[in-house]
């Protein structure tokens, strides 16, 4: 079974603050996406990672996909009251057409 | 450009009656999927839908449960019988028919309450 553990599950941090937040696996994902969540919303897609070792960043936001595709890591620079949010990774689960396998994901609270 | 829409965004339902879900994909995109999140946890892939067609309905409950993708209209995903079990956000998520389909794009989600 393809699982994704996310950590820390809670998160709260002041603002200005830096912070790393990890999704990992056992299995070997042909990509990784990563969403955030605002309460009473859909996820929003912030970035696919699809190659082992890739960076990609988004503003104060860092995304990396490890080099053996099993695990992905986000870090904010000074983070700021607009980061509050669920952030979830998500892959596609191998052999199951285009279904997504979603973590459990962070809850990211930045308090001004 | 409109994303995903999904309606209602809140369905109150006693137990035992129907609910009826209603998602429009993005324009341009062919492919849907139902999603259905309980409180504090990640979503659970319930179904994959294209035009006409049930891809993958895996995750969809055998009994109650049912989706369709008509060639007009919204997808619809339909559950009879409600039980309070049945309480949760379901949303919806939609792709364009060329590239892999693991870039989805989700709508705000029908907050369905069971009494």
């Known amino acids: 079974t393809q699982l994704l553990e996310q950590s820390p599950q809670f998160l709260s941090i002041q603002e200005g603050e830096n912070l790393t937040v990890y999704c990992n696996s056992s299995s070997v994902f042909s990509s990784l996406q990563w969403y955030r969540q605002e309460p009473g919303e859909g996820p929003v897609l912030l970035v696919t990672v699809v190659t082992g070792g890739e960076v990609k960043k988004l503003k104060r936001l860092t995304f990396q996909f490890g080099d053996a595709r099993k695990d992905s890591s986000l870090h904010i620079t000074a983070a700021q009251p607009g980061d509050t949010g669920l952030y979830l990774c998500a892959g596609p689960k191998e052999g199951g057409a285009q279904k997504l396998v979603f973590g459990q994901g962070t809850r990211l609270t930045i308090n001004p | 450009n409109a994303g995903v829409m999904q309606n209602p965004r809140h369905l109150v339902r006693r137990r035992g009656q129907e609910a009826r879900l209603r998602c429009s994909p993005m324009?341009?995109?062919?492919?849907v999927y139902w999603y259905r999140q309980l409180p504090e946890e990640g979503l659970k892939f319930m179904v994959y839908l294209q035009k006409e067609n049930i891809i993958d309905e895996s995750g969809m409950p055998k009994e109650r449960f049912s989706a369709e993708f008509p060639k007009e209209g919204p997808s619809i995903l339909r559950i009879q019988q409600v039980v309070r079990g049945d309480s949760a956000a379901y949303f919806c998520?939609?792709?364009?028919?060329?590239?892999?389909?693991?870039?989805?794009?989700f709508g705000p989600g029908t907050r369905l309450t069971v009494t």
């Open positions: 998520a939609s792709s364009p028919a060329t590239g892999t389909g693991h870039e989805q794009y």
């Open positions: 324009k341009g995109h062919s492919h």
